[in-house]
């Protein structure tokens, strides 16, 4: 074990936190709790499973300031790499994306305001507050859309330290790459190619599993030192 190792393992720690964090509110509360055109029913089920929904709260907030320790984590890997791109990664990958999540949030709190109907709402009826509630709810959504750009450009700087750094597989850095491009596809289609988002994302899918298998390669073998070449040595050098 290389004195990199524990860095490596930590990240991968981190990293597996996130992808653990932020498929909840991403994936698991919108497939739970929201009804396609139904606002109604949409926020009946937050009323009842309010918990969980908080939890998606939570599970965000979580997100951003996890995301922000990784790359403070990679930075650390790789300071002896490159100093001006670990630092990029963290600006690209943690700080941007953290605020991101945070505002984000914003959204759902909003929703979750109006679901208790408060008193200075009352000047609308019921389907109005179910309707202004499924807007924030969709407004998060849309916010997902925005935020692929930074999850795809932090993933290029973090790429091009593993091809540098000789203690990382490259061919990590290569599929980061093309998992980087998957996000920044994706954002694009959201923004200006709606009509191509279903099949752009069907084949940017597959992409981003590297970083799963890149997490995974972290916890198990962390960094190696003897995945450099050793600089050759002269009759010279040993005099």
Known sequence: MTNLDPKARIAGLLYLLVILAAPVRLVYIPA?????GDAAATVANITTHEALFRFGIFCDMASG???LLLTLAFQRLFDGVDRKLATLMVVVGGILPAALYFFNVLNDVAALLIVHSPDFLSVFDKPQRDALALLFLKLHGQEIGAAMVFWGLWLLPLAVLILRSGFLPKIFGWGLILNGLAYLAQSVTWSVLPQFDYLVTRI???LQFVEIFFMLWLLAFGARRTLRRPPPIYP????
């Open 32 to 36: 739970t709790l929201f009804v396609t």
């Open 65 to 67: 300031v996890l995301m």
């Open 204 to 206: 940017a899918t597959p």
């Open 236 to 239: 010279a050098a040993r005099a």
